[in-house]
């Protein structure tokens, strides 16, 4: 992995590409309890994280906790920060208990990741560091955009552009 889930979630909401209530999406290799929590109460957001087979999402629920400067606001903003928890705990419980609707939307992200490593010559990058990586792994956004905005936008056409 490029980065700690800490360090992926702080520069996505620094870009205001990720804000409060939103959902991230993310994959096994980012699997610990610990990241579905810090993603709960430090960030205010719902991480979904691709689960194990054994994983209890009651363990998530039952590690939540607030240090005490989480009280120390007025009741109102305490209220209100208590609801947005409460919120977003729910809809945590709800997408995890029915992680498998996000099969098919995996499925097609593996497609497009296999277009950008084989058909773009991606899959290994010779780069050392991370402005240089991330300059040459954007090229590789930039033309899987350009081809789905040109027809390559299905599972079926993604698979032949794949093995093109």
Known sequence: AMGSTRQIVTELMRRKILRKWDSLVLDKGFYAYRHYIEGLTEYGIVPLIFPRINFKHEKVLNYIQHPLKFFDEKSSRVKEKIRHLETILA????????????????????DVFKVIKGTFSLAKIHRFTLASVTKIASLGVVLAAISISLGFGDKESLQKLAEW
């Open 91 to 110: 809809e945590f419980k709800h997408y995890i208990l029915n992680w498998n609707q996000f099969k098919p939307k995996r499925s097609l992200i593996d």
